[in-house]
């Protein structure tokens, strides 16, 4: 289902090139664009929602906000590793809503045009690429591109 | 000249942003106003013959009208106009027919709807013209009964052909007060008042066309007539004996209507003659006002000008000569019709009546014995009391006066200024009132009613008074500034309008007699300049008094006493206000002009207040008052200001908990943070007041509602309200309106039984409802009670063994079985039909309730009634909870739904085969909740008495639920989940404990439901805690 839509997002957000904030999460880079990063924050006492997915780790207070954090280890299947002071909480906007995503390290900011991304191969019928929006490509690195409302609706992982 | 001009466009721009920024401040007046007119017509409902509720939707509409008067919506104005004197003419003349009131109140929710249009800046033509056909279906049946009261439309009233006459008997009676009625004292509306309780009014015509200009308007003349049309089973002697009272002062005549001539064909030529001649300059108000003239020269005595105007009278010629003497009647006739002619009865109308004559034939009469009239001036030079030289000479200088547009009463003010107690100064009405009816009440009681409207009043009337100040300096720069006058006159008259709603008697006599003066400025009669401007200046600052006054005034301090200083302000301003020069001391009369029936009405029901001294105006010193309005706030500013607050609050206790760590053991301590820490304390307290806000509009869509489902199902219903003042949180009470709609439109519908079956159970006819709101122990309570039959335990029973929510075995308290009516699907059809079936949108009410952290019980007794109980937080932006801690977790269980909490000992845990866990709490047994499990969260404690448990109460029903410890109470500042995530079941919100952290705040009733979900099957694999002696034990249980 994906390939046709995900050339059209490419073509209408590569115009004139989008910044991505690039992220580390096990061995592989994602990016998320940075115009939908509000802030980045180091871990903090997370309070945990109870009878909630196990990607969510709870809620966080955010200058008196109550905002949720997800685990992007385990959203993708990863393996969960213990928080460490490294890391870190991208909190970012989704509609009207503010969410933390738990990332293993930030790396920096990236420029990507339309040369430099593709659309996500299809990775078969069993595999969910709906969140992916293209794979971008600097030198060496592959930076898989996400698409923030995608990879938080709610209404999807509603328990 | 054209400098002027510009100068007066720029003003009348300034005049029209003026309006619009005030509008936005008009329509929320306006929609209170349409509210307090619903109300009060829905008392009138209940009540028609309360009086009290025709003044106060009569003040409501007043106050409407005003309103848009000064905003410049003049349709609205126009409108509500009408409908005011819709009112007007029930205003003495209760009890209103029930149809009346329901066309009221549609009228009613017409202009609400044209309100509502205006606000979103559309234009309600449409519903405009649906109002004015509206009200005028309202007027035809009734006819259109003016009361002489300033605003009256001078149009004449609508053909009135569809009056209709039953048996018994309609007379047409004419009621023709003598000019001079008003000296004798009496009030010819009495008169009226009386005909009208000998039976059934059919119409009610004042003629208003021997009203004079007002500049030759004598208040102290009566010009008006009526027609009316009675109904009545009395003779004619019986009627013309009821008004014997009025003696010789009223004419009275009386004759069935037997002619076809409805009372409106009236507006025939003799009429229209009759209204020219009086206008004519030269007719009858001019030897009034030469009068005067000569009597302020000191020509003549007061006493000699008044006996040479009733023989001026009296040396009229009659109709009945004028008519033999043109050959339209003959001598004979004439004098049979004299004989025929009942004493005091009017020939006019008698010879018309009898078929002698045609209207017009008496309207050329009429205007005959006008010319025919002899000049009073000669008058006076034959009897002898002024020569002809001088005469010549007061002529011409009366005539400069006139031409010099120099109305006559106001030269005769200024020697009178400040010298009342002149004789001298007299002018020909020699016995009017003077400073002596200006009788204030001696202290005003404030009405509860009022008080929460106070505050609202002081800011406006404030800033209505400020502008008044501002027009009345510009004033003094230029007189001719028409804007400003009218400009001030708005602001009085909305300030009257709605002191008068407030009965703040003192300040609405002062704004009334203001307005008078005002008036006359208007008409040019005098400038308001000098003295007069003075005048005005006073009564602006005796006001802004009053004002200050009330504004320190609270409901503990009794009745507010009135400042001795207003009496001679307010005589001062009576005797300018009205026209009249000075004053004698006479003794204190009924109002005479029209415009002062109001002001009178004050002094009948109050005790008069003589000043000691009187004379010139003391007006209190100008005190520049602090500024206190009110601010109207969209909501989510404010809810930004209370979330702020509360993020404050939070950052506050992290800042004390910081310091307490650091300086621990030091010995330190703080003296800035204990007092911010009451500053933020106090700030958030003030910010959760700003939210709240009375019951009282949604209480009154109730009864609204039950008058209409009454009035549709045929059922008589009263509803009773209780408690209208407490308040509660904004969106609470938003929240409220729709569950309480259902459970009152249940309690109509199924709860009150039909009035035959109420007369056979013994009870009276009329179902009562009563809404009662009280608080208690920091909550809010609403009951709901009506005395109908009340719900049918059984009947329930069977309905949910039907539905399969209970099972024949089950055990279910009474309680647990009424509870049932709240379950979703027992409203269906078939439940609406049975005799107890309530429940039409009962779950509905049940969530919502729910929703707003609430909760909802049910008492009832067969045949008794039943009372439904809300109990609810007073704001949701702040909880009281029971933090408990559950592992390494900090949870909060709202206060609200909390019983108890205790360490039951090991013998009181049962579990009860197939059934579940449950505690035993001295005589009662509940299941018991493990919280972990319910959360599927990590606990310390797993065996009951070893943690703790609350016992908590959801929907009637008491739950242990199990903790590991509790860690003490919390006013936690809700956060909702939903902001930034979504609802989790079991969870109710969260809240930001002192250390930062977020707590959740736990949701009872979605805990229990997951608990019923979870049901016993994972019990096995974790109950090896459960000791074998309390299996056992479960027999004994069940």
Same mark, same amino acid.
């Given at each position: 289902?994906?390939?046709?839509?995900?050339?059209?997002?490419?073509?209408?957000? /590569?115009?004139?090139?989008?910044?991505? !904030?690039?992220? $580390?999460?096990?061995?592989? %880079?994602?990016?998320?664009?940075?115009?939908? +990063?509000?802030?980045?924050?180091?871990?903090s006492k997370i309070t945990p929602l109870p009878n909630t997915p196990p990607e969510i780790?709870?809620?966080?207070?955010?200058?008196? /906000?109550?905002?949720?954090?997800?685990? !992007?280890?385990? $959203?993708?299947?990863?393996? %969960?590793?213990?928080?460490?002071?490294?890391? +870190?909480?991208?909190?970012?906007?989704?509609?009207?809503?503010?969410?933390?995503?738990?990332?293993?390290?930030?790396?920096d900011v990236l420029n990507v045009t339309s040369q430099d991304a593709v659309a996500a191969p299809d990775l078969g019928s069993g595999v969910d690429t709906s969140f992916i929006t293209g794979i971008a490509r600097t030198g060496e690195r592959l930076i898989t591109l996400l698409n923030v409302d995608r990879l938080v609706g709610f209404s999807a992982t509603a328990a | 000249m054209v400098a002027t001009c510009v100068h007066r466009t720029a003003r009348s721009k300034r005049m029209n942003i003026d309006g619009t920024r005030y509008r936005a401040t008009f329509f929320e007046e306006a929609v209170e106003h349409l509210a307090a007119l619903e109300a009060a017509l829905l008392r009138l409902d209940a009540n028609p013959a309360d009086a009290a509720a025709v003044d106060d939707a009569f003040r409501a509409a007043h106050s409407l009208k005003g309103g848009a008067d000064v905003v410049g919506l003049g349709e609205l104005a126009q409108m509500t106009h009408r409908f005011e004197n819709i009112l007007e003419r029930f205003r003495h003349a209760a009890p209103i027919p029930r149809p009346m009131?329901?066309?009221?109140?549609?009228?009613?929710?017409?202009?609400?709807?044209?309100?509502?249009?205006?606000?979103?800046?559309?234009?309600?033509?449409?519903?405009?013209?649906?109002?004015?056909a509206r009200l005028d279906l309202d007027c035809e049946p009734i006819g259109w009964y003016s009361s002489p009261h300033e605003e009256q439309p001078r149009a004449p009233s609508p053909p009135d052909s569809s009056v209709r006459r039953d048996p018994p008997t309609t007379y047409r009676i004419t009621v023709t007060p003598h000019p001079e009625a008003f000296r004798s004292g009496l009030d010819p509306l009495v008169v009226l008042r009386t005909i009208e309780e000998l039976g059934t009014l059919r119409a009610v015509k004042p003629h208003l066309e021997?009203?004079?200009?007002?500049?030759?308007?004598?208040?102290?003349?009566?010009?008006?007539?009526?027609?009316?049309?009675?109904?009545?089973?009395?003779?004619?002697?019986?009627?013309?004996?009821?008004?014997?009272?009025?003696?010789?002062?009223?004419?009275?005549?009386?004759?069935?209507?037997?002619?076809?001539?409805?009372?409106?064909?009236?507006?025939?030529?003799?009429?229209?003659?009759?209204?020219?001649?009086?206008?004519?300059?030269?007719?009858?108000?001019?030897?009034?006002?030469?009068?005067?003239?000569?009597?302020?020269?000191?020509?003549?005595?007061?006493?000699?000008?008044?006996?040479?105007?009733?023989?001026?009278?009296?040396?009229?010629?009659?109709?009945?000569?004028?008519?033999?003497?043109?050959?339209?009647?003959?001598?004979?006739?004439?004098?049979?019709?004299?004989?025929?002619?009942?004493?005091?009865?009017?020939?006019?109308?008698?010879?018309?009546?009898?078929?002698?004559?045609?209207?017009?034939?008496?309207?050329?009469?009429?205007?005959?014995?006008?010319?025919?009239?002899?000049?009073?001036?000669?008058?006076?030079?034959?009897?002898?009391?002024?020569?002809?030289?001088?005469?010549?000479?007061?002529?011409?200088?009366?005539?400069?006066?006139?031409?010099?547009?120099?109305?006559?009463?106001?030269?005769?003010?200024?020697?009178?200024?400040?010298?009342?107690?002149?004789?001298?100064?007299?002018?020909?009405?020699?016995?009017h009132p003077a400073a002596s009816d200006v009788s204030l009440p001696a202290e005003t009681v404030i009405p509860d009613d009022s008080i929460e409207m106070l505050p609202e009043f002081c800011a406006e009337a404030t800033e209505h008074l400020e502008a008044a100040d501002r027009h009345l300096l510009s004033l003094d720069n230029d007189p001719t500034n028409a804007e400003a006058l009218n400009a001030i006159y708005r602001g009085f008259h909305t300030i009257k309008g709605v002191s008068s709603m407030l009965r703040l008697e003192v300040i609405r006599t002062l704004a009334h007699e203001t307005e008078n003066l005002l008036n006359r400025a208007r008409d040019g009669e005098i400038i308001l300049q000098d003295r007069y401007l003075d005048l005005a200046f006073a009564s602006t600052d005796a006001l802004k008094q009053q004002i200050h006054n009330l504004r320190q005034w609270t409901p503990g301090h009794g009745p507010l006493p009135t400042d001795p200083a207003l009496t001679p302000l307010l005589a001062e301003l009576r005797r300018v206000g009205t026209g009249r020069s000075a004053e004698t001391g006479a003794p204190e009369k009924p109002a005479a002009a029209a415009v002062r029936s109001e002001a009178v009405s004050v002094a009948v029901h109050t005790p008069a207040h003589h000043p000691g001294t009187e004379g010139s105006s003391t007006a209190p010193p100008r005190v520049a008052l602090p500024d206190k309005e009110t601010v109207r706030v969209d909501k989510e500013r404010l809810d930004k200001?209370?979330?702020?607050?509360?993020?404050?609050?939070?950052?506050?206790?992290?800042?004390?908990?910081e310091f307490d760590e650091l300086t621990a053991g030091s010995g330190w301590h703080s003296r800035a943070l204990p007092e911010l820490n009451k500053i933020s304390r106090d700030l958030q307290e003030l910010s959760l007041s700003l939210r709240m806000v009375p019951l009282q509009g949604i209480f009154q869509k109730m009864s609204r509602l039950v008058r209409d489902l009454s009035r549709k199902m045929n059922k008589p219903v009263e509803l009773e309200l209780h408690g209208e003042e407490i308040e509660l949180d904004k969106t609470v009470v938003d929240q409220l309106g729709d569950p309480l709609m259902h459970m009152v439109r249940n309690a109509v519908d199924h709860g009150i039984e039909a009035a035959d079956e109420r007369r056979a159970a013994g009870k009276p006819p009329e179902g009562r409802i009563t809404l009662r709101a009280y608080h208690?122990?920091?909550?809010?309570?609403?009951?709901?009670?009506?005395?109908?039959?009340?719900?049918?335990?059984?009947?329930?029973?069977?309905?949910?063994?039907?539905?399969?929510?209970?099972?024949?075995?089950?055990?279910?308290?009474?309680?647990?079985?009424?509870?049932?009516?709240?379950?979703?699907?027992?409203?269906?059809?078939?439940?609406?039909?049975?005799?107890?079936?309530?429940?039409?949108?009962?779950?509905?009410?049940?969530?919502?309730?729910?929703?707003?952290?609430?909760?909802?019980?049910?008492?009832?007794q067969p045949g008794q009634g039943t009372t439904f109980t809300i109990r609810l937080p007073l704001t949701l932006a702040i909880m009281d909870g029971l933090m408990v801690g559950l592992g390494e977790d900090v949870y909060v269980v709202p206060l609200l739904s909390v019983v108890e909490s205790f360490r039951p000992r090991a013998s009181d845990v049962h579990l009860l085969a197939g059934q579940g866990e449950v505690v035993r709490v001295r005589h009662e047994v509940m299941p018991l909740v493990r919280l972990y499990r319910v959360l599927r969260r990590p606990a310390r404690v797993s065996d009951p008495w070893v943690g703790l448990v609350v016992v908590v109460e959801d929907q009637g029903k008491k739950y242990a639920l199990l903790v590991?410890?509790?860690?003490?109470?919390?006013?936690?500042?809700?956060?909702?989940?939903?902001?930034?995530?979504?609802?989790?079941?079991?969870?109710?919100?969260?809240?930001?404990?002192?250390?930062?952290?977020?707590?959740?705040?736990?949701d009872v009733h979605?805990?229990?439901?997951?608990?019923?979900?979870?049901?016993f099957m994972q019990i096995p694999h974790e109950t090896s805690f459960l000791t074998t002696p309390c299996m056992n034990m479960a027999g004994e249980l069940v």
């Open positions: 289902m994906n390939a046709l839509e995900n050339d059209r997002a490419i073509t209408t957000f /590569t115009a004139d090139g989008r910044q991505f !904030l690039t992220f $580390r999460l096990a061995d592989e %880079e994602y990016g998320v664009e940075i115009l939908r +990063v509000q802030e980045i924050k180091g871990y780790k709870g809620v966080m207070n955010l200058r008196g /906000t109550v905002v949720p954090i997800i685990d !992007l280890r385990v $959203r993708f299947g990863l393996r %969960e590793t213990e928080y460490n002071r490294f890391t +870190v909480i991208i909190v970012v906007t989704v509609g009207t809503k503010i969410v933390g995503l738990v990332v293993d390290a930030v790396s | 009131v329901d066309r009221l109140l549609e009228a009613t929710d017409a202009l609400t709807h044209i309100v509502a249009t205006l606000r979103r800046g559309e234009s309600p033509s449409s519903a405009i013209e649906e109002l004015q021997q009203l004079p200009r007002l500049r030759d308007l004598d208040p102290e003349r009566c010009y008006m007539s009526w027609t009316v049309q009675l109904e009545t089973d009395q003779s004619p002697e019986a009627i013309r004996q009821a008004c014997a009272f009025a003696g010789e002062v009223v004419e009275l005549t009386i004759e069935p209507e037997s002619a076809r001539r409805p009372v409106c064909e009236d507006a025939c030529p003799a009429s229209v003659m009759r209204s020219v001649s009086e206008n004519h300059p030269c007719a009858v108000s001019e030897p009034l006002a030469l009068a005067k003239f000569l009597v302020e020269r000191q020509v003549l005595t007061a006493e000699q000008a008044l006996e040479a105007l009733y023989r001026h009278r009296g040396r009229y010629p009659t109709l009945g000569d004028l008519a033999v003497e043109v050959g339209l009647l003959t001598k004979d006739q004439l004098r049979q019709l004299r004989e025929r002619l009942a004493p005091g009865n009017g020939f006019a109308q008698a010879v018309v009546a009898g078929g002698y004559l045609t209207d017009s034939d008496l309207g050329r009469l009429l205007r005959l014995q006008e010319q025919r009239i002899p000049v009073w001036s000669e008058d006076l030079i034959n009897d002898g009391l002024v020569d002809r030289t001088t005469m010549a000479a007061e002529l011409a200088a009366f005539a400069t006066h006139a031409t010099a547009a120099q109305p006559i009463s106001a030269v005769a003010e200024h020697p009178a200024a400040s010298d009342v107690s002149l004789p001298t100064e007299t002018s020909a009405v020699a016995d200001l209370t979330n702020t607050i509360g993020e404050l609050v939070i950052a506050q206790s992290m800042v004390q908990q208690q122990g920091g909550n809010v309570f609403i009951e709901l009670s009506d005395d109908g039959r009340g719900l049918d335990r059984d009947r329930l029973w069977r309905k949910g063994i039907e539905k399969g929510l209970v099972t024949e075995g089950q055990r279910l308290t009474d309680a647990e079985i009424y509870a049932l009516i709240f379950a979703p699907g027992f409203s269906t059809a078939a439940a609406v039909t049975d005799v107890s079936g309530r429940g039409v949108g009962m779950d509905v009410v049940r969530r919502n309730i729910e929703a707003l952290q609430g909760s909802i019980a049910i008492r009832t590991d410890e509790l860690l003490g109470q919390i006013q936690a500042v809700v956060k909702s989940l939903d902001a930034n995530f979504r609802r989790v079941e079991g969870l109710a919100g969260a809240t930001i404990l002192g250390d930062g952290r977020v707590a959740m705040i736990l979605g805990l229990t439901q997951i608990h019923a979900q979870q049901g």
